[in-house]
């Protein structure tokens, strides 16, 4: 695990660590020492924590001015032992919200299990967004994790599936990649 970096080539474009807005503003990353780990596994130090001990995640694009961020995940989401949406919610979510962030790509290639409890910050975080005509997007996450995430009918908060699912991002600029992601969901609602 070690190895998986966050993804980079938006860096030209935009960093979490410069955006005074973003939760991860200062934030200093060593290239060489390791010191995030997920159970017993290392974890590339370009990972940001937020406070799982088992997640942990990388903000890839924050568009102020079009209120969307993209952010990719690493690791297990465990909401039954750690109550992972808390913190992403409490951590990450609200500040954006409070920046006007109200559409929300999350980028889930790398998350390897979820763990389900109850769905109150779900619930939370949909109705902050859904106000602003937002929405929470899930990318490219494992059919395992999705299945598990529809025994708790997570699917009435978070927007995933079948057509979110296949979606080749690393081929588009972050405004594009918001563009197709909304295109997409409104094709799947028609």
């Given at each position: 695990?070690?190895?998986?970096e ?12 410069d ?5 991860f ?15 017993n ?12 001990p088992t ?53 889930g ?35 395992h ?11 009435y908060f ?10 080749n ?22």
């Amino acid at each position: 695990m070690h190895d998986i970096e966050p993804y980079y080539s938006w860096r030209d474009i935009y960093v979490s660590e410069d955006d005074k807005l973003s939760p991860f503003y200062g934030m200093e990353h060593s290239e060489f020492e390791y010191t995030n780990a997920i159970y017993n596994f290392f974890i590339h130090p370009q990972w940001d924590s937020f406070g799982s001990p088992t997640l942990y995640i990388k903000v890839l694009y924050a568009d102020y001015d079009h209120h969307f961020v993209v952010m990719e995940l690493i690791g297990e989401w465990n909401d039954a032992i750690s109550n992972d949406i808390m913190y992403l919610k409490r951590e990450v979510a609200d500040i954006f919200l409070a920046n006007g962030i109200t559409k929300f790509v999350l980028i889930g290639e790398n998350v390897l299990n979820f763990h389900q409890s109850d769905d109150c910050y779900y619930e939370e975080w949909y109705e902050d967004v859904r106000d602003a005509n937002g929405w929470i997007a899930l990318i490219n996450f494992r059919d395992h994790v999705l299945s598990e995430m529809n025994k708790v009918h997570l699917e009435y908060f978070l927007q995933f599936g079948e057509n979110l699912n296949d979606i080749n991002w690393r081929m588009v600029k972050p405004f594009h990649f918001h563009h197709l992601v909304e295109s997409r969901m409104m094709t799947a609602l028609k």
